[in-house]
């Protein structure tokens, strides 16, 4: 029996668990759930300077070391994208619960295992992105339910920005932009976990993806001025088909410098829904809804009232990286279902995966898995 506060060990030391969008500078927030009591980096001065920082009574050169040597509850995967499949499965393998940045993994067969070891070891694992927890979200997902909208035709969604290289990124963003990483894993994950969350499973992917430069030169920070070579496709757009003639186009891309309007639109025979919130939102707020009936004889937008949960969605906004921790916290002291659960996040590796086959073939491609969100 796991009794709170959740001993974390934290996986990785860089920006995402550092910077002001990290998660240790927020974990604090929820003391009364996670403590983190260990941390791990590859660059062990790193890590001892990161641990000093915050507090972290133990430090290891490896995750097998952390495992082996301090007394913790779960993991915190912040890895870079190429070893999440590897480190996570030997978190789980360890008997260790589980939060991980997206994605899950890069391939299948490591997605299936994880999905696997934490059903047969009655672990909880909750991956990133976590957007779906924010209210607004929460309650286009019930508006759509509800049928406020009518059946759904199709929905945009935006999920990218303009990629590390474009800002002050501030540790070396080579890796983003080579093989094994790139957009689609990194931003495009985001508008895909979004849109599945709310729409449910899809059923085959159509997508392009290509080059735009093979050269991007860091605009930014301390690797202003390196010149970066493109290995990875850094513009992908895709479409899902979700049966029953609902379709989505969803982005990963780094070409997105400046945008306006709604993070996700969604149209449906008896209105449209419009999602502006973070990140990477847009103009107006947070949530609208369009009823063809919301006035006699006229059509017109709505704006819920989200003030009941308002302060909800303050404190999620304040957590940053640490909602991750907040969620799997919850989960395995009060024993709830995560709503960042594994299969979700398999489904949305696959897609991911499929994507990359279609825009190499030509060809839609069927899609196998499926998962179920618990209602909140």
């Not at 934290?10 to 983190?36: C, F, M, N, R, V």
């Not at 991956?127 to 508006?143: K, S, T, V």
Request: some cysteine.
């Amino acid at each position: 029996m796991v009794t709170a506060p959740l001993r974390l060990g934290i996986l990785g030391a860089g920006t995402i668990a550092t910077s002001g969008i990290g998660l240790l500078p927020y974990l604090p927030q929820i003391s009364d759930k996670a403590a983190a009591v260990a941390i791990a980096d590859v660059d062990k001065d790193r890590a001892q300077s990161v641990a000093t920082s915050y507090g972290i009574p133990q430090v290891f050169a490896d995750l097998d070391e952390m495992l082996d040597g301090a007394e913790i509850d779960a993991v915190v995967n912040l890895t870079p994208i190429p070893v999440h499949g590897d480190t996570c499965i030997r978190i789980l393998s360890a008997g260790k619960h589980l939060a991980t940045e997206k994605p899950l993994a890069t391939t299948m067969a490591d997605a299936d295992r994880m999905c696997a070891l934490a059903e047969e070891n009655g672990l909880i694992v909750v991956c990133a992105p976590f957007n779906i927890l924010y209210p607004d979200r929460l309650a286009a997902r019930r508006l759509i339910r509800d049928g406020a909208i009518g059946k759904v035709a199709f929905a945009r969604v935006r999920s990218s920005h303009g990629g590390p290289a474009a800002g002050a990124w501030p540790l070396d963003p080579t890796w983003f932009y080579q093989k094994g990483s790139g957009p689609l894993y990194d931003m495009g994950v985001y508008g895909i976990h979004e849109i599945t969350a709310l729409l449910g499973p899809a059923k085959r992917v159509v997508a392009f993806a290509g080059i735009t430069e093979p050269v991007r030169t860091v605009r930014g920070g301390p690797y202003k001025g390196k010149e970066i070579e493109v290995t990875a496709d850094d513009n992908v757009l895709m479409m899902l088909d979700f049966g029953q003639s609902t379709f989505a186009v969803v982005d990963g891309t780094f070409n997105v410098n400046a945008a306006r309007g709604p993070k996700v639109e969604i149209f449906g025979r008896a209105g449209t829904i419009n999602i502006a919130g973070a990140p990477y939102g847009g103009d107006g707020p947070p949530l609208e809804v369009f009823q063809l009936d919301a006035l006699p004889g006229l059509g017109g937008w709505i704006t819920p009232s989200l003030r009941e949960i308002e302060a909800e969605t303050q404190r999620l906004f304040g957590l940053h990286r640490a909602v991750l921790a907040d969620h799997l916290a919850d989960c395995v002291l009060s024993g709830r279902k995560p709503v960042l659960n594994v299969r979700h996040a398999r489904h949305v590796l696959e897609i991911m995966l499929m994507a990359e086959e279609s825009a190499r073939t030509g060809q839609a491609v069927e899609l196998t898995t499926t998962f179920e969100l618990p209602l909140e």
